[in-house]
């Protein structure tokens, strides 16, 4: 079975150093390297490196490639300067979520997509469709070609060959070199720390690696990127949300720009003015116990929701997740009970963004 | 190198006997190695009848859940609270401060169907084996 996972150009490395290896997405990567608490905790009060070549790079180029993103993307690609970045949601027609996506101005008429590591053909068949056959649309997914690492921490900005991408605003992006190499740099992550992620030639991609683990950055594998992540009430597309949730019951409404008229916006428009029967919350656990994805959530007996993401939350030393539950208990300090092993342990809806740097 | 006098499931569980046929139950060091960090134990309350290759409690890493089976039959006797506080007990010292419960054997005989710690290093060995092809 092994055989038939794909592997990002830095899997290598990640059996030299001997990491955990597991599957994800299809992808054989590094679960983790030493201790997921370890490297949780390094991200949180130094810096640490990911390797996210799982992630799909597409760059959407020509003279109506603005036009176009605005018309699929739930946020208007055209009004990002060049050089800014932006999260944005691919929703079907009837506003389901098929993705959440960064979309970085590259340049005037060039933008990057950066997107989940699943389902990459239906999305790519998606802008397809709607991209037709205008010749001013250049859809390009240059995945395979290229490496792309996170770099994410509190000292990432100490880092030799960082200081000179550190005048970046938060979510802006840069062509450039970090030493010899050509690399696309963006100050995104998926950490809730400050932090880079970096697109390069696969040719770089050891050397990119390297030039960081060379400084002592520690590697952290797909365990701490979804301890920190959730931590930091990032979401996880295909977990937290998919096409049969809709960005309003996922609490990202933020993420829908009603300007312009984009795929799936009459039907978005629709359910704003309905609104919403469930929402998604984070959820705080109170009684003993570690509610997963896919857990119940009772009130009084009754079935109300499930949990989409759960686990130890080692900043705050205390279990939390995220789940969907009826509007009416969605209200921070509702109490909640999670069934785990057959058994409701007590939780409450909590704030989703659990952690904030700085705070 | 296991520990000598320990009994080991197939599903990496060690069962240390003490004189008045009683035993300490644990996790063995592969277990803690493939689970990763520990941070929740359930275990039986004192009192509880377990069964030998029945569900004892219950272990969660940060990545995952994993069952515990009894290597033996019989009465808990004692919960290691120190564990239950301080799960990465388990990670640290598997075979020591990271026990889990003392039971009280009731079919002592039973300790027999388990391997001791040089056929369960040949098990682990192959297991490991296994895994880097």
């Known amino acids: 079975m092994t055989e038939q996972l794909k592997k990002t150009p830095l899997n290598k490395i990640h059996h030299e150093l001997k990491a955990r290896m597991m599957d994800f ?45 605005d018309r699929v993307l739930t ?58 056959p205008d010749r001013d649309i250049v859809i390009r997914d240059k995945s395979a070609a290229t ?28 062509e450039t070199r970090i030493g010899d190499m050509e690399v696309l740099v ?58 049969s949730t809709n960005p309003f019951e996922a609490d990202l409404g933020w993420l829908v720009e009603m300007d ?31 509610a997963r994805s896919g857990y119940k959530i009772v009130k009084s007996g009754k079935e109300v929701g499930w949990v989409t993401s ?35 342990v007590a939780a409450e809806v909590a704030r989703r963004q659990f952690y904030k740097r700085g705070a | 190198m296991t520990p ?33 960090d520990i941070v929740f134990l359930d275990l039986p309350a004192a009192g509880t009848q377990v069964t030998q290759g029945k569900k004892l409690g219950e272990v969660e890493s940060v990545k995952a859940v994993s069952d515990i089976f009894a290597p033996a039959s019989g009465k808990v006797l004692e919960v290691n609270q120190s564990v239950v506080d301080e799960p990465k007990l388990v990670n640290e010292d598997p075979y020591g401060a990271g026990w889990l419960v003392r039971v009280e054997l009731s079919k002592p005989a039973e300790l027999n169907n388990l391997m001791d710690n040089a056929k369960y290093d040949k098990f682990v060995a192959e297991l490991t084996e296994k895994q880097s092809e």
């Open chain 2, 4 to 36: 000598k006098d320990y009994k080991f499931t197939s599903e990496h569980e060690w069962i240390h006997p003490e004189s008045g046929n009683r035993g300490k139950v644990g996790l063995a060091d592969y277990a803690q190695t493939q689970l990763g």
């Open chain 1, 147 to 174: 490496v792309m690492v996170a770099v994410q921490g509190p000292a990432v900005c100490q880092l030799q060959n960082l200081k000179g991408v550190c005048h970046l605003a938060r979510f802006g992006n840069a």
């Open chain 1, 25 to 69: 997405a299809g992808w054989e990567l590094p679960v983790w390297y030493t201790s997921i608490l370890e490297e949780h905790r390094t991200v949180r009060s130094a810096a640490g490196t990911f390797d996210v070549s799982d992630m799909g790079r597409v760059w959407v180029t020509g003279k109506n490639a603005g036009a176009f993103l």
């Open chain 1, 186 to 243: 963006a100050r995104t992550g998926y950490t809730g720390e400050d932090g880079f992620e970096i697109i390069s030639d696969v040719a770089n991609a050891r050397k990119l690696w390297e030039s960081f683990t060379g400084q002592g950055v520690k590697p952290c594998g797909l365990g701490a990127r979804d301890t920190l992540r959730m931590e930091a009430g990032m979401m996880l597309c295909g977990q937290d949300m998919d096409k």
């Open chain 1, 260 to 290: 312009g008229d984009f795929i799936g916006k009459s039907a978005l428009l629709e359910i704003k003015h309905r609104g919403i029967k469930r929402k998604h919350v984070g959820i705080r656990m109170t009684g003993q116990g570690i």
């Open chain 1, 310 to 344: 759960g686990g130890y939350a080692p900043t705050l030393n205390a279990n939390i997740g995220f789940g969907y539950v009826p509007i009416e208990l969605a209200a921070i300090g509702t109490k909640i009970d999670v069934i785990i092993r057959d058994k409701p």
């Open chain 1, 75 to 132: 946020r208007r690609a055209q009004t990002l300067d060049v050089g800014a970045s932006k999260l944005c949601m691919l929703c079907l027609e009837d506003g389901g979520i098929l993705d959440d996506l960064w979309a970085y101005r590259v340049g005037a008429d060039r933008y990057l997509i950066v997107w989940n590591a699943s389902h990459i053909e239906e999305k790519m068949a998606w802008l397809r469709r709607w991209a037709g």
